[in-house]
């Protein structure tokens, strides 16, 4: 692994999405620049207002006219985080981009951190929590459950305790940029992209204002959303089930069969009909699970993610556009459509 020359001009972009947070905004803002000055950083911030119903986006602004190398987005609506990183993703000029939530709940001491590994060579450096204690009991069994399931039908594995506070490489941005599909787990494209990776623990703080935004059933829906997105086993679940039953009827088949000719008829058309419904009920579903898996390839072609993304080329220069003049491609496609 190659680490980065220092004396490149390097330029940190920090995406923050901001969603009802008045109340952090204004420690936020002149705590990140502080930072940035004090590390002796060249920096952007970008702050993506989500679609926020309070003063958010008036202290924002009013932040603006102290420091100029503040860009601030507002969506049209409550997109939701993973759009408003999305949205922060698509301004950020930056060779290094750091994600942070607005909440105070990530602390901005840890981004030197990030910055001295992504120094070392390292292209993703995210974040882990050492302590999960500011979430409740419930929702940290959830979150374990959750884990556990998504790594055993999913072929993309996901760390848990990493979330959005981390640190990427330009063509690491550029790769999620290229990823443009509308239900957007973030925690499964971060791991889809690959690249060189490395963990950095930090302590969670807990949150001083206002709630989070994800109510429990907020988060089963992203539970759910993440397993479609990141896997076909539950396709594939009628095609076994439809397996069993088809393998059943069979079974049974041969057992009234040999015990009607053993015993003689005791219901007279008892066994030609259940055994009849059930073989035709096992093909329905068998069928429908072969539907399932075709459907399943169709939904990952729809996706239309990039087939691979090139990490790094040596002996040959890197095609002219890798990833941005394509992103531009499949913006301009996107609009058009
Ligand atoms: N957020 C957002 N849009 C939303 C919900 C949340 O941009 O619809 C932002 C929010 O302002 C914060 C971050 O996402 O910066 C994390 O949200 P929250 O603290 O509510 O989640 P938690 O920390 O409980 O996971
Ligand atoms: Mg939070």
Known sequence: MMSRDPREPTLISIVVPVFNEEASVDTLIPRLFGLLETEGLTGEVICVDDGSRDGSWDRLVAWRTRYPALTLVSLSRNFGKEIAIAAGLDIAEGNAVVLMDSDLQHPPEVIPEFLAKWREGFDIVYGVRRNRNSDGVLRRTFTRTFYRLFNKVSNTPITPDAGDFRLMDRKVVEAIRRMRERARFMKGIYSWVGFKNVAVEFDVVERKHGTSSFSPTRLFTLAFDGILSFSTVPLRF????????????????????????????????????????????????????????????????????????????????????????????????????
């Open 238 to 337: 009628a095609m076994y089930a439809g397996a069993l039953i088809a393998l059943a009827s069979i079974a049974m088949g041969t057992y009234y069969m040999v015990r009607t000719l053993i015993f003689g008829i005791d219901v007279p058309g008892f066994a030609s009909l259940i055994v009849s419904t059930l073989a035709l009920s096992g093909f329905t579903m068998l069928q429908l699970g072969l539907m399932g898996l075709y459907l399943g390839r169709i939904y990952d072609e729809v996706k239309a993610r990039p087939l691979y993304l090139v990490r790094e080329i040596i002996g040959k220069p890197a095609p002219e556009s890798t990833a941005s003049a394509r992103v531009k491609d499949m913006s301009d496609a996107s609009h058009s459509a």
